[in-house]
């Protein structure tokens, strides 16, 4: 199985992700941590610890990360896509764990946890980068364990929260821009526009809906986000953008990637949070003068597959 930490702020499309990954065999889920997002943190983990207790994964350790961004105050998110409580008004249907909590950081249990691993470790990460930029600075030993780091986030040259930024990487543009930058060719970025394209509709939530407890809960958890997309993009269906990338890290080249440099804006300006995505070809980049070899971004997907695999997956389980 592949050893995986989980950094996330549930939201349904990473309600879809835990659920994915705490149940597939071939996952050894070693530690969720969350961070502040979709809503607040402390919502966000109440929300991680009902989701691994709907999966029967009350052995999952799940430790309490950061509340803000690194540098800026995090600037107001107009919508509530997800719902008042992350996942669409029903997380109080959920069992409640509120003591379940690890006593550790989110830092130090993902420090810990890799510490530990005997193996190269799959380190997913489905909301704002701050604890994964705060990992990376305080523990820079813990580098050499991470095989992979697989991150939701950024668009090519488009925007969901702002014209121009996507919602992980614009709620904390220094941290991601810390995290792009050090990475070594072990970084896959899901950006939006492979995630939208391999949007799901009624007839799979529907499928889902019909193959037992976990997916009724799952399905049951989506009215308000479904709205969001009606509202906003004529869409009958969902954007699991986050079950995309833990489908990655599950299945490495599920999706199909390029590398390419990519720079986060940083500014304060209309572009805060963008992902610049050089594609420029390799000579031309040099010509400039870029040397990066950059990320791995996911550019294309079988994505009648990747539904299926996500489908199959959180299908097969009673
Ligand atoms: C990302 O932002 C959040 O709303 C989702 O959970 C996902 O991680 C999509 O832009
Ligand atoms: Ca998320």
């Known amino acids: ?26 996952v050894d889920l070693l530690a969720v941590t969350t961070v502040f997002g979709n809503v607040d943190l402390e919502q966000t983990t109440a929300n991680a610890l ?27 998110r107009d919508s509530t896509a997800h719902g008042d409580d992350g ?35 799959t380190l997913v990460a489905i909301g704002p980068l701050t604890n994964v930029a705060l990992l990376l600075a305080a523990h820079p030993e813990a580098r050499a364990k991470i095989g992979r780091i697989v991150v939701m986030g ?11 930024a996507e919602f992980n990487i614009w709620a904390d543009p220094e941290a991601a821009h810390r995290v792009l930058a050090g990475a070594s060719g072990d970084l896959t970025l899901v950006p939006l526009d492979l995630t939208h394209r391999c949007a799901v509709d009624q007839a799979w939530l529907g499928a889902l809906r019909d193959s037992g407890p976990l997916g009724r809960t799952l399905v049951g958890l989506t009215p308000a986000y479904q709205e969001t997309y009606r509202r906003s993009l004529g869409w009958d269906g969902i954007v699991v ?17 390029n590398a390419f440099p990519v720079e986060v804006e940083c ?32 550019v294309d997907a079988d994505v009648d597959q990747v539904r299926a695999f996500l489908l199959d997956r959180l299908s097969t389980v009673d």
């Open 1 to 26: 199985p592949t050893p995986m930490i989980i950094d996330t702020d549930p939201g349904v499309d990473d309600a879809f992700a835990i659920a994915l990954a705490a149940t597939s065999q071939d």
């Open 50 to 76: 009902r989701l691994l207790a709907v999966c029967g994964r009350e052995d999952v350790p799940v430790a309490v990360g950061a509340e803000r961004p690194l540098v800026h105050a995090q600037r107001h």
């Open 87 to 121: 996942l669409s008004g029903f997380a109080h249907t959920l069992p409640d764990r509120s003591t379940g909590v690890d006593p550790r950081t989110a830092v130090r249990l993902m420090a810990d946890v890799l510490e530990a691993a005997d193996e190269p470790v």
């Open 154 to 164: 950024g668009g090519l040259g488009r925007g969901n929260v702002t014209a121009a």
């Open 241 to 257: 953008h986050d079950a995309v990338a833990v489908a990655e890290a599950i299945a490495p080249n599920l999706l199909r990637t």
């Open 267 to 298: 500014s304060l300006g209309p572009a805060r949070g963008a992902t610049v995505v050089d594609g420029r070809s390799a000579a031309v980049r040099e010509s400039h003068g870029v040397l990066a070899k950059g990320v791995h971004v996911a």
